[in-house]
């Protein structure tokens, strides 16, 4: 290897100060390119994230469908039960009010047989 010398050194920094003045960017240029880049990146991102919202919310209705429809089911079955329930308050109504009159004709037949 040859040795370094003090002119090799200037032509290669030369070389190296030329290369630097005309193919290096500069910091102006990169910090501009990277605020390019990452406007790009920012609306790619906001497109996949309204693409996955999206789908997130298709989803989300068919649930809430799906709910909706399930409540109407449990709501008619509780206006069923309703119905039924009413039904037997009427009859032990019907019964109680048979068995008082029970109890007082016995009451009455017991005082009979008492006096």
Do not use: C, W
């Not at 920012?42 to 429809?69: H, M, N, P, W, Y």
């Not at 032990?92 to 009979?112: N, P, T, Y």
């Amino acid at each position: 290897m040859a040795e370094p010398t003090l002119k090799k050194t200037h032509e290669l920094l030369e070389k190296l100060a030329e290369y630097v003045m005309h193919e290096v960017p500069t910091k102006q240029e990169v910090e501009k390119r990277f605020q390019q880049i990452e406007r790009e990146l920012e609306r790619k991102a906001d497109k996949e994230d309204l693409i996955v919202v999206q789908e997130e919310l298709s989803g989300v209705k068919e649930d809430l469908f799906t709910l909706k429809e399930n409540i109407g089911m449990i709501l008619n079955g509780m206006d069923g039960m309703a119905k039924r329930l009413d039904v037997i308050q009427t009859e032990q109504s019907a019964f109680i009010s048979g068995l008082r009159r029970v109890e007082r004709q016995v009451e009455a037949l017991e005082e009979k047989r008492r006096v």
